[in-house]
């Protein structure tokens, strides 16, 4: 299965940008992109996903490498809230069914 | 707005019990997933179902069965539990249209003695 490479933590301050990188250079070109986050206690909570343009939502903005070997989830102004695991995924569509094959995330710490 | 529901949220064995975790989603979705999540790691895939009726393998399938009993429910049984099963349980479904977001039930930690 195609896999992902995060920095296992980082730290930020309360209100500035906050750009959290993933490498996937084994991705295939129909595998999406994708971003969950995981908060204490909880389960996953979807964040954002492409396949190879850049992408906003209200919650981020991911911007995708022209070879789509690297990505990059920038959260534009963080607060206390955003502390959470975030897990960049490639997202697999097998049999019908989309996989979504997890690695272990990057811890992101605010400051407040 | 229930979304995934799991039950129970918190279960613990003793070796070589039995037991089954109930997934059940009100959103109409065809896929279901089941994923463990070990302390410090992310979650993988045990087993999934495309649609009512199908069931395939995941990541880690050894240990567990599935059952999608209906379009809502898909249960999870571990038929003789063993320590090694000690581990979070996601449930998850996607919808047919967007297919690309995956909702998360709360999970359910189960400890095996």
């Known amino acids: 299965d195609a896999k992902t490479t995060q920095p296992n933590s980082m730290e930020s301050n309360e209100e500035e940008p906050v750009h959290l990188p993933c490498n996937h250079s084994t991705i295939s070109g129909t595998d999406y992109i994708h971003w969950y986050r995981q908060l204490p206690s909880q389960g996953p909570e979807y964040v954002i996903h492409?396949?190879?343009s850049n992408v906003n939502n209200r919650m981020a903005s991911l911007a995708i490498a022209e070879d789509r070997k690297s990505s990059t989830l920038i959260l534009h102004r963080a607060t206390l809230r955003d502390a959470a695991v975030y897990y960049c995924?490639?997202?697999?569509?097998?049999?019908?069914?989309?996989?979504?094959?997890f690695g272990q995330g990057t811890r992101l710490t605010i400051n407040p | 707005n229930a979304g995934v529901t799991q039950t129970p949220k918190f279960q613990v064995l003793k070796t070589g019990q039995s037991m089954t975790l109930q997934c059940a989603q009100d959103?109409?979705?065809?896929?279901m997933y089941w994923y463990r999540q070990d302390p410090g790691m992310g979650l993988r895939l045990i087993y999934y179902?495309?649609?009512?009726?199908?069931?395939d393998k995941g990541e880690v399938p050894n240990g567990y069965n599935v059952s999608r009993l209906n379009k809502r429910e898909f249960s999870l049984r571990l038929e003789s539990a063993a320590p090694s099963q000690t581990s979070v349980y996601f449930c998850?479904?996607?919808?047919?249209?967007?297919?690309?977001?995956?909702?998360f039930g709360a999970g359910t930690r189960l400890s095996v003695l």
């Open positions: 179902s495309a649609s009512e009726g199908t069931t």
């Open positions: 995924i490639l997202q697999l569509s097998i049999q019908g069914a989309q996989k979504l094959v």
């Open positions: 492409g396949l190879t």
């Open positions: 959103m109409n979705h065809n896929s």
């Open positions: 998850a479904s996607i919808p047919r249209v967007p297919k690309n977001i995956q909702y």
